[in-house]
């Protein structure tokens, strides 16, 4: 659930909402919610001084009851 909203946040956001990725991996805390967007579009996911990912993350913690939940933005071309 937390995966769709997030996706459905950042699309909202984005100019292009079709390469928006949203993937969750269990870690042992909790979990990581690895959002990967458009090169073009990471700035606006990450807003003017971090604003805007810190509000994304702020709405996911408040609807993962209590859960640790991490949000990490990245861009597609980068690679792992």
Known sequence: MLEEALEHLVKGIVEH????????RKIRTGRVLEVRVHPEDLGKVIGRGGRTAKALRTVVNALSDGKYVRVDLVDLNEAR
């Open 17 to 24: 909402p079709d390469e928006v990725r949203v993937r969750a």
